[in-house]
């Protein structure tokens, strides 16, 4: 199975752009979109990358588009949010070896050096310390991942 990183933003960055395409009609083109709220080009791709990844928006050429499933999320309460994003979360790579690890695990907890020792072989590219915090936050967000500083451990929020 190869795993893709995931863009190191923010789950409130996403659900942002979601408003902003909304609002715009559901559509936006991604260049005048980057200049409209200001963000560097760049960390626009990451965002747009991010949602696209959780299968919220498409982008059929130089647009974003928002998708059903993002229309959705947007329209849900918090709640409902969370368990959409949790349901999409299962099914990048990243995501499933995170959570087949822990189910493997004693008391479905590991430590978080396990998982930085996953990123690096699977993405040596990336900075593994980031990308966990990220991979952390999302499914902190979505209430699949739990995290123990003190401890310094990952586990399943809810054993499934």
């Known amino acids: 199975m190869s795993i893709d990183p995931i863009p190191q933003v923010g789950i409130s960055r996403v659900i942002g752009l979601l408003e902003v395409l909304d609002d715009a009609g559901g559509r936006y083109d991604i260049f005048r979109l980057a200049r409209d709220i200001n963000y560097e080009f760049g960390e626009i791709v990451k965002v747009i990358k991010a949602a696209e990844m959780l299968n919220l928006v498409v982008t ?3 647009d974003v588009v928002l998708t059903g499933t993002g229309n959705s999320l947007l329209r849900g309460e918090v709640n ?11 099914q990048l790579p990243l995501f499933k070896t995170m959570v087949e690890t822990l189910q ?16 690096a072989l699977h993405l040596p590219a990336e ?4 990308l966990l915090k990220t991979v952390v936050d999302w499914g902190r967000y979505a ?5 123990n500083p003190d401890d310094e451990q990952i586990y399943l929020d809810q054993p499934e």
């Open 60 to 62: 059929p050429g130089a």
């Open 80 to 90: 409902e949010r969370k368990k959409l994003i949790k349901k999409q979360l299962k």
């Open 104 to 119: 493997r695990a004693e008391d479905q907890r590991e430590d978080e050096e396990t998982f930085l020792e996953i990123l």
């Open 127 to 130: 900075n593994a310390d980031s």
């Open 143 to 147: 209430e699949l991942l739990g995290y």
